[in-house]
């Protein structure tokens, strides 16, 4: 075990090294401390925005039914990615010069189609696991792997809680 963990460890070790070096005998001291100061904002924001957002979103959506929270869920966390990648083009919109044409798109009206038509699919998913759902009888496998319960009713309502495939884990630890 311990010579598999070198094996992995001492690559990456290298490469940092390696990366720490070039960084500070080719980066100007100026720009070492804007690198210093854009590190640090960001754990700022991290800690002190968007964790606090991520886990009140959390918390508002445990008042969702179950299966419906699994689709809002991967709207969100898809969307929240698609945003962290098209932010800095939409900051930077208009900061080159008309012959660098990639920032000269509408990269806001582009983001709001992206997640609509991701919140779409996920809304398309959602309906189709509820059709599937309602056509498989309760007392099979398929219905209970799907959450219905033995009287026909599905998790929508909140009222009956579904257990995993083996029963409840929780107790056997």
């Not at 038509?117 to 496998?141: K, M, N, Q």
Request: charged letters at 15%; aromatic letters at 6%; hydrophobic letters at 50%.
């Amino acid at each position: 075990m311990i010579v598999w963990r070198w094996a992995f460890a001492a690559p990456g070790i290298a490469l940092l090294a390696f990366g720490l070096f070039r960084l500070v005998t080719e980066i100007p001291v100026a720009n070492l401390a804007v690198l210093g100061v854009w590190l640090v904002a960001a754990v700022l924001i991290h800690d002190g925005l968007l964790s606090p957002l991520v886990l009140l979103a959390g918390r508002t959506l445990t008042r969702v039914p179950p299966r419906l929270r699994r689709y809002l869920q991967g709207w969100l966390v898809a969307s929240a990615l698609v945003t962290v990648i098209a932010l800095p083009l939409i900051l930077r919109r208009g900061s080159q010069p008309a012959s660098k044409a990639l920032l000269r798109q509408n990269y806001t009206a582009h983001l709001g189609l992206l997640i609509a038509a991701i919140g779409g699919a996920c809304l398309l998913a959602y309906g189709a696991r509820v059709a599937r759902d309602r056509r498989s009888p309760a007392g099979s496998p398929a219905g209970r792997e799907q959450g219905l319960h033995a009287e026909g009713e599905d998790d929508l309502n909140g009222e009956h809680p579904t257990t995993p495939p083996g029963g409840d884990q929780r107790g056997s630890e």
